[in-house]
């Protein structure tokens, strides 16, 4: 037996038997929930909304139940959200995307997992030629995956300070590398 596998007992309780679906009109308190569990670190690579109260993840989930924005969770077998996946303004030539997972479910490959959906979700369902995503410079390891993926920088982005990010687009048909 490989002991750098994983094995069921070390696997976070919701990785074997879970679901993905678009968000509901009653998941506000659930996304809010999602937010607040992760840690620090995972708050500060992954923070696209500065309010992740109950009432702002209602505005979040209206723009999803409206066509504005595609949002789509992934949930534990009891109804825990444990990754949010999104594209937001759909209705833009290049709409941005965006992959938040719980600190548990991180270094799994559910990241590149829910990348290869979200892109093809771009590519085949939204008909999208290109599509973005910000990132924070410092964050190498994201930087890698996307680069991999043959995303390419187009300018600086301020997010917190001036120019600590990049902005990102990905033509979706080019050829690309396959995710593992």
């Known amino acids: 037996m490989d002991t750098d596998e994983p094995h069921s007992a070390d696997l976070p309780r919701g990785l074997m038997n879970f679901s993905v679906r ?7 308190p659930r996304l809010s929930e999602f937010y607040r569990s992760l ?9 696209p909304y500065t309010d992740t109260s109950v009432e702002a993840m209602r505005t979040v989930v209206d723009r999803a139940m409206d066509g504005y924005d595609l949002s789509l969770v992934a949930n534990e077998h009891g109804g ?16 941005h995307l965006g992959i938040g997972l ?11 997992m829910f990348m290869a959906y979200l892109l093809a979700l771009g590519r085949n369902v939204l008909q999208k030629r ?7 410079k410092e964050n190498e390891r994201a930087l890698k995956l996307y680069t991999r993926l043959g995303f390419e920088i187009v300018r600086d982005h301020t ?22």
């Open 80 to 95: 825990r959200v444990f990754a949010h996946f999104f594209y937001m303004n759909v209705s833009a030539d290049v709409p």
């Open 22 to 28: 678009q968000v509901r009109r009653d998941d506000a």
């Open 39 to 47: 840690s620090a670190r995972s708050s500060y690579f992954f923070e």
């Open 159 to 180: 997010f917190r300070h001036p120019d600590d990010s990049v902005e990102m687009q990905l033509d979706l048909h080019a050829p690309q590398e396959v995710i593992r």
């Open 130 to 136: 290109s599509v973005g995503l910000t990132v924070l």
């Open 102 to 112: 719980r600190d548990e479910y991180q270094e799994l490959g559910l990241g590149s």
